[in-house]
């Protein structure tokens, strides 16, 4: 299904935009990216970013509807745009590999604690084009994670995954708006692989064993 860029003026859906409305599109979603390399979410301007952008103000709402659905569209990106996992992630353990991916997650938040603010302030919107976008960038989260548990089975992986975020949102949250130490978020997201690693191993052993 095509994504929509429900503006105030309208905008044509974004599977159906001719190439050079997608080129302003990508232009102004990078200039939001960069204002927030600069600044805090809450002290940028829409006419600043319009005009980094080099398009008008309404131009700007014909192809977000407000500051938080562009500000959305900037987090999918970022998190799309990461570094590529690599092949040796694959050929990892598979506790190895939760435990690198999960610490990727905090590494990624720990450069650039904006984007961790920004996705908590998104959560209270009620903007529908934000809430769309957050719940692809939770699915798109936890996916990899859930691949990761497969051997759990798919209920028992899901809740370990949710589990997993929880305590990953936790303290990302202690450190970026109280201070915590980083080295703290770590420890525990370490902590809490290590007590998977029973349930793991039983899991592989029972697979291996077959029917």
């Known amino acids: 299904m095509a994504r929509q860029a429900e503006g105030s003026g309208g905008a044509a859906p974004v599977g159906e935009m001719p190439e050079w409305q997608l ?11 960069a204002a927030l390399d600069e600044q805090d979410y809450e002290q940028i301007q829409m006419r600043d970013v319009a005009q980094s952008a080099a398009v008008a103000l309404g131009t700007l709402y014909r192809y977000f509807s407000s500051k938080e659905h562009l500000y959305a569209e900037v ?6 745009e990461g570094e590529p996992l690599g092949e040796r992630y694959a050929e990892l353990d598979v506790v190895e590999r939760i435990r690198a991916r999960v610490r990727r997650v905090v590494r990624a938040f720990e450069r650039q ?19 769309e976008l957050l719940d692809r960038f939770t699915r798109s989260a936890t996916a990899w994670l859930v691949d990761d548990l497969a051997v759990l089975g798919p209920t028992e992986a899901a809740d370990v995954a949710d589990m997993c975020w929880s305590i990953i949102s936790t303290m990302l949250t202690g450190a970026v708006y109280r201070g915590r130490p980083m080295a703290d978020v770590y420890r525990v997201c370490d902590g809490f692989v ?16 077959g029917p």
Do not use: C, F, M
């Open 75 to 80: 987090l999918e990106h970022w998190a799309t």
């Open 23 to 33: 080129a302003r599109r990508r232009r102004i979603v990078e200039a939001a990216a």
């Open 113 to 131: 604690p904006r984007y961790y603010k920004l996705q908590s302030l998104l959560l209270n919107s009620s903007d529908g084009n934000v809430r």
């Open 194 to 209: 290590d007590l998977l690693v029973p349930r793991l191993r039983a899991a592989q052993e029972a697979g291996a064993a």
